[in-house]
């Protein structure tokens, strides 16, 4: 069964989350996707098409990790499967935040690699597990597609081995995870501003 507190409360949270990431200009026209881990087997994640700075509560629902809704009738976000696999990999994710901001659509463009490293920066502190301004951190890159499945297949192989917070979609935007959604906004500030930065040096 699930909680119907804990519901509320995640709705609340991602209702929250949108507004603060519509204004930072983090998912314009509809775009992004948020959602909180519920239980071991479900999470709170956004509906497809919404505005996701003018949120309400009902336009967040229930799906198991796979992106089933509970209600049949509901659809979620096409990409939730990709928040469902990240919360069936790592016990210890609590939210996830996709989001469609310019820096990140402009970098994955820019980087012809499949990962960007991020390194010497004092705000890679702000990332769950990095302690120090000389760690590399390496955000792996996938190429964009609309075969959800496909892509949660290939991100869920390459992550096994890679320890990340993050991937970004080639032209497409920013998946990030963390603990709780405090941590998880946090990191999505952070990384914004970090491919800022490396946008800037490789001009
Ligand atoms: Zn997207």
Not at 173 to 185: E, H, I, N, S, V
């Amino acid at each position: 069964m699930i909680d119907l507190e804990r519901l509320a409360q995640a709705q609340q949270a991602i209702v929250d989350a949108g507004e603060t990431l519509y204004r930072a200009g983090q998912v314009p026209a509809t775009g992004g996707n948020f959602s909180l881990r519920l239980d071991e087997s479900h999470m709170a994640v956004t509906a497809s098409g919404c505005h996701k700075g003018r949120l309400t509560p009902a336009d967040i629902l229930v799906t198991d990790l796979e992106a089933i809704p509970l209600e049949p009738h509901r659809k979620p976000s096409a990409e939730a499967l990709l928040h469902g696999r990240l919360y069936a990999d790592r016990p210890r994710t609590g939210a996830v935040l996709h989001t469609h901001s310019k820096a990140a659509t402009l970098l994955s463009l820019i980087e012809p690699g499949k990962t960007l490293w991020l390194s010497g920066y004092e705000l890679l502190k702000a990332l769950e597990g990095v302690a120090s301004h000389d760690e590399r951190v390496a955000i792996p890159i996938f190429d964009n597609t609309q075969d959800m499945r496909a892509l949660a297949d290939q991100v869920g192989e390459r992550l096994a081995h890679e320890a990340s917070v993050a991937y970004l979609i080639r032209g497409h935007g920013l998946y990030t995870w963390a603990t709780d959604m405090k941590a998880c906004l946090r990191q999505v500030e952070a990384l914004d501003f970090l491919f800022d930065c490396e946008l800037f040096l490789r001009r």
